[in-house]
T-cell receptor, first 112, second 115 residues
Framework: GQQLNQSPQSMFIQEGEDVSMNCTSSSIFNTWLWYKQDPGEGPVLLIALYKAGELTSNGRLTAQFGITRKDSFLNISASIPSDVGIYFCAGQRDTNAGKSTFGDGTTLTVKP | DGGITQSPKYLFRKEGQNVTLSCEQNLNHDAMYWYRQDPGQGLRLIYYSQIVNDFQKGDIAEGYSVSREKKESFPLTVTSAQKNPTAFYLC??????????????FGNGTRLTVT
């Protein structure tokens, strides 16, 4: 099946630092989604992107839908301890009947 | 509050036994999905259903079965044919229909351990 390459696999940062992670694919997606998963819970949607080139913010989070439709990035500014978790990107194609393809996740650790 | 409920949170079974994981949603969503999550890996799609009484295999359907008799419910059975059943299982739903690219809403998962 389609694969998403998400990087980095893990990040260890100091509180207050900015964070950047990205996803790339060899296939085009029509929708990019970013989720966060806390330990022992299900992922929660952070940002949804529906148009190539779209730049969307949600508080300290900013995500962009790459112009080629094959990549997306997520930035977190001024990290805080509760940002800890696993961040997943996911891509959807119109022909996929709503199926999402997920990256392997970026595990974020924030040191106070 | 609307949401997705998965039960139980933790499940332990002996090898060779079938086990059914429950997933109920009250979001009035048409589409429902089952994903499997293993440590350090992304979510892999097991089965999905776009409408009642219809479902499709995902990427790793072997050893699993589902039913969709009601819009609200999408139970997953892990059969004895599944070679590596120990995992974290996540159920999700989305609006579906003409909103086929709507985001997923996830339950809080069931951690299945088979020994």
């Amino acid at each position: 099946g389609q694969q998403l390459n998400q990087s980095p696999q893990s990040m260890f940062i100091q509180e207050g630092e900015d964070v950047s992670m990205n996803c790339t694919s060899s296939s085009i997606f029509n929708t990019w989604l970013w989720y966060k998963q806390d330990p022992g819970e299900g992922p929660v949607l952070l940002i949804a992107l529906y148009k190539a080139g779209e730049l969307t913010s949600n508080g300290r989070l900013t995500a962009q839908f790459g112009i080629t439709r094959k990549d997306s990035f997520l930035n977190i500014s001024a990290s805080i301890p509760s940002d800890v978790g696993i961040y997943f990107c996911a891509g959807q194609r119109d022909t996929n009947a709503g199926k999402s393809t997920f990256g392997d996740g970026t595990t974020l650790t924030v040191k106070p | 509050d609307g949401g997705i409920t998965q039960s139980p949170k933790y499940l332990f079974r002996k090898e060779g036994q079938n086990v059914t994981l429950s997933c109920e949603q009250n979001l009035n969503h048409d589409a429902m999905y089952w994903y499997r999550q293993d440590p350090g890996q992304g979510l892999r799609l097991i089965y999905y259903s776009q409408i009642v009484n219809d479902f499709q295999k995902g990427d790793i359907a072997e050893g699993y079965s589902v039913s969709r008799e009601k819009k609200e419910s999408f139970p997953l059975t892990v059969t004895s044919a599944q070679k590596n059943p120990t995992a974290f299982y996540l159920c999700a739903s989305s609006k579906g229909g003409s909103s086929y690219n709507s985001p997923l809403h996830f339950g809080n998962g069931t951690r299945l351990t088979v020994t």
